[in-house]
């Protein structure tokens, strides 16, 4: 890691919707060139709290600096320095995985290459094949591809390797590696473990809307005296966690 100066700060982040407390009063600071995990059940606020630092959702209180910018004061700047993966695309469906990467490469001033972009989430093969003809994992590696478009130095991604085969989950792995290695920051929400033990230097467990443990991997396992990940989240939150579908 590099730097002293957090590279996000999410600081008493709240959010509602209706009766229902989705993020209480969550504080995250992630060093610049860090990987985070973003571990928790359905429900416990993840995806909630990553749009906000994403300036996606607005926080009914709370501030999110992102690189010392305000994500929606600043939303120009943030948009150029933030490459965002979502659990769910919406591309058009008719353009293909070459004509998106190139659509979204034009919105910078100095992309990634395109024949990069292919390698890092392999898709060179199916560079001609239409979005709606492409399979779910395969949708959801353009989608990376996409975010990655700009060189940006801070990404969040929110199930990265969901959907995807276990040969595509390694390369997926060897990306975040490479970002890593680029000194790229990065918060990985995730629901499985042996990719946040593999690839995170800290972990913020979440349940019910709030940051009930923040360590490294190791630290969490030790902590609550497990003999991996998936037993010391049990033991912190009181819950197992199910791989997402």
Request: with cysteine; aromatic share 4%; proline share 4%.
């Amino acid at each position: 890691m590099s730097g002293t100066t957090p590279a996000i700060i999410a600081e008493n982040l709240h959010k509602r919707y209706g009766g229902t407390v989705a993020v209480d009063d969550v504080s995250l600071h992630v060093e610049a060139g860090a990987v985070l995990g973003v571990l928790g059940t359905n429900g416990a606020g993840k995806t909630t709290t990553v749009e906000m630092i994403a300036g996606l959702r607005r926080p009914d209180r709370g501030r999110v600096g992102v690189l010392g910018l305000d994500p929606r004061r600043d939303r120009a700047k943030v948009r150029q320095v933030l490459g965002v993966q979502l659990q769910q695309a919406y591309l058009h469906g008719a353009l293909t995985v070459a004509e998106l990467i190139g659509l979204y490469r034009s919105f910078y001033p100095a992309p990634r290459p395109a024949e990069e972009l292919l390698e890092l989430v392999g898709l060179g093969e199916q560079r001609a094949v239409r979005f709606e003809k492409l399979s779910g994992g395969q949708q959801q590696r353009l989608s990376i591809a996409l975010a990655l478009a700009g060189r940006p130095r801070v990404v969040i991604l929110d199930e990265l390797t969901t959907g995807l085969d276990p040969r595509a989950r390694r390369q997926m792995w060897k990306t975040i590696e490479r970002l890593r290695d680029e000194d790229v920051t990065i918060v990985l929400v995730s629901h499985a473990m042996e990719e946040v033990e593999r690839l995170c230097d800290h972990v913020a467990l979440l349940d019910a809307g709030r940051v009930v443990a923040f360590d490294t991997p190791a630290g969490l396992v030790s902590r609550a005296g497990a003999e991996n990940l998936d037993e010391a989240f049990v033991a912190l939150t009181g819950k197992e966690l199910e791989e997402a579908q």
